[in-house]
């Protein structure tokens, strides 16, 4: 099993912006497809986005055009960009290989006040 550990997280007012980082314990991201995804209280993890080896992107409804994943292969981090953050963004957020699902991490809490 990987280890992922997110970072990143915080306070954030409505149209702020953070980034969040994944750093895991082998060198993973040239080789799989990496994706981030977020949980509320009482509700499922949901799919955020992901970024396959070749760098292609796909993105849920909800963030596109305000989130950007990318990976830093030098630095061994997957990063999520978020930008224009809304209340409804607020959640813990994780990383993980997309079609090979791992333990996951404790997240990262990101928290948006109207």
């Known amino acids: 099993q990987v280890q992922l550990v997110e970072s990143g997280g915080g306070w954030v007012q409505a149209g702020g912006s953070l980034r969040l980082s994944c750093a895991a314990s082998?060198?993973?991201?040239?080789?799989?497809?990496m994706a981030w995804y977020r949980q509320t209280p009482g509700n499922q993890r949901t799919f955020v986005a992901r970024?396959?080896?070749?760098?292609?992107?796909y993105y849920a409804d909800s963030v596109k055009g305000r989130f950007t994943i990318s990976i830093n292969n030098a630095e061994n981090t997957l990063y999520l960009q978020m930008n224009s953050l809304k209340p409804e963004d607020t959640a813990v957020y994780y990383c993980?290989?997309?079609?090979?699902?791992?333990?996951w991490g404790q997240g990262t809490q990101v928290t948006v006040s109207s």
């Open positions: 993980n290989i997309f079609y090979r699902i791992q333990t």
């Open positions: 082998g060198t993973i991201f040239s080789d799989n497809t």
């Open positions: 970024i396959t080896p070749g760098g292609t992107t």
